[in-house]
């Protein structure tokens, strides 16, 4: 599937689908009572109904221009311990590299990777293992990291490395081998990719704007996980660092581009990932 907007195309790259989490866990605000007035509509796209877990979707976007071939998150990478995560253990998958072939890209061709977040399933494939090491898997990237979200969770690493195993396989070796360009959560490259802060989930997590005014994609990253939190926009989930701030951050977003022509990339959401805003009651609708 390809979007393709004026000056910009995006090629979504999935990694793995599939019915993650149990759905009142994931959201542990939503009451039995709410998930069982939206689970008719829930139901099967975006809840499993055998087994009522939100069903995820991981994956990259790459985003090509005339000047650079840009990934916008790297998934959960292979070979990589996530003792904590077991559908995310030691995987060894070559769907995530299928992916970008089938859109005529090598690792060779990549000129920056962007991370909304460091989060595991985002930063995956930052690296590989190579004769017992990790290297970059993209040797001519640079890699675009919001600073105090690096800042934080180098601090988290070295006090608790079990608590962030991904930055010591996934983040750090990029910044020990100098492909990390840490930036602003606002930063911009070039007049066609524009970072918006979008904090909550992760202290410093932003999403990202392609394209042209009137033709654009908003990259949301981890902002929304579930369509839930759409029409409950208050609604976060079990692992954000401040969901008072990631409650304003989507009223906030969905606001700004309600009724408008963005198209919103959700990365989670299973494919096709992608909707309008309108607004649903006191929230909103990506459809
Ligand atoms: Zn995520």
């Given at each position: 599937?390809?979007i393709?907007?004026?000056?910009?195309?995006?090629?979504?790259?999935?990694?793995?689908?599939?019915?993650?989490?149990?759905?009142?866990?994931?959201?542990?605000?939503?009451?039995?009572?709410?998930?069982?007035?939206n689970?008719s509509w829930l139901?099967?796209t975006f809840?499993?109904?055998?087994?009522?877990?939100?069903?995820?979707?991981?994956?990259?976007?790459?985003?090509?221009?005339?000047?650079?071939?840009?990934?916008?998150?790297?998934?959960?990478?292979?070979?990589?311990?996530?003792?904590?995560?077991?559908?995310?253990?030691?995987?060894?998958?070559?769907?995530?590299?299928?992916?970008?072939?089938?859109?005529?890209?090598?690792?060779?061709?990549?000129?920056?990777?962007?991370?909304?977040?460091?989060?595991?399933?985002?930063?995956?494939?930052?690296?590989?293992?190579?004769?017992?090491?990790?290297?970059?898997?993209?040797?001519?990237?640079?890699?675009?990291?919001?600073?105090?979200?690096?800042?934080?969770?180098?601090?988290?690493?070295?006090?608790?490395?079990?608590?962030?195993?991904?930055?010591?396989?996934?983040?750090?070796?990029?910044?020990?081998?100098?492909?990390?360009?840490?930036?602003?959560?606002?930063?911009?490259?070039?007049?066609?990719?524009?970072?918006?802060?979008?904090?909550?989930?992760?202290?410093?997590?932003?999403?990202?704007?392609?394209?042209?005014?009137?033709?654009?994609a908003l990259?949301t990253?981890?902002?929304i996980?579930s369509p839930i939190q759409g029409r409950?926009p208050?609604?976060?989930?079990?692992?954000?660092?401040?969901?008072?701030?990631?409650?304003?951050?989507?009223?906030?977003?969905f606001?700004?581009y309600c009724d408008t022509s963005t198209l919103f990339c959700v990365?989670?959401f299973p494919s096709p990932s992608t909707g309008r805003v309108q607004r649903w009651g006191?929230g909103y609708k990506i459809a």
């Amino acid at each position: 599937m390809t979007i393709a907007l004026k000056d910009v195309t995006i090629h979504p790259v999935v990694e793995q689908q599939g019915a993650f989490c149990d759905f009142l866990e994931f959201f542990p605000k939503l009451s039995k009572e709410q998930f069982e007035e939206n689970r008719s509509w829930l139901e099967p796209t975006f809840v499993d109904p055998a087994t009522q877990r939100l069903v995820l979707c991981i994956q990259g976007f790459l985003i090509k221009t005339a000047q650079h071939t840009i990934l916008i998150d790297s998934c959960v990478g292979n070979h990589k311990p996530r003792p904590a995560r077991p559908f995310w253990n030691m995987m060894n998958s070559d769907r995530f590299e299928q992916g970008l072939k089938a859109v005529g890209v090598g690792f060779d061709d990549i000129d920056y990777v962007m991370c909304t977040h460091l989060h595991g399933d985002h930063v995956g494939w930052n690296t590989r293992l190579e004769n017992g090491r990790w290297v970059p898997t993209f040797p001519k990237a640079r890699y675009v990291m919001a600073d105090r979200e690096l800042a934080f969770w180098t601090q988290k690493q070295k006090e608790h490395p079990a608590d962030a195993p991904w930055m010591t396989d996934s983040v750090l070796p990029i910044v020990a081998a100098n492909r990390a360009q840490v930036v602003k959560s606002d930063f911009a490259l070039g007049d066609l990719v524009q970072c918006i802060p979008t904090p909550g989930h992760t202290i410093d997590h932003f999403s990202v704007l392609v394209g042209r005014s009137g033709h654009d994609a908003l990259i949301t990253g981890d902002m929304i996980h579930s369509p839930i939190q759409g029409r409950y926009p208050d609604l976060s989930m079990r692992l954000d660092y401040d969901s008072a701030q990631s409650a304003e951050t989507r009223r906030k977003i969905f606001d700004r581009y309600c009724d408008t022509s963005t198209l919103f990339c959700v990365t989670h959401f299973p494919s096709p990932s992608t909707g309008r805003v309108q607004r649903w009651g006191d929230g909103y609708k990506i459809a």
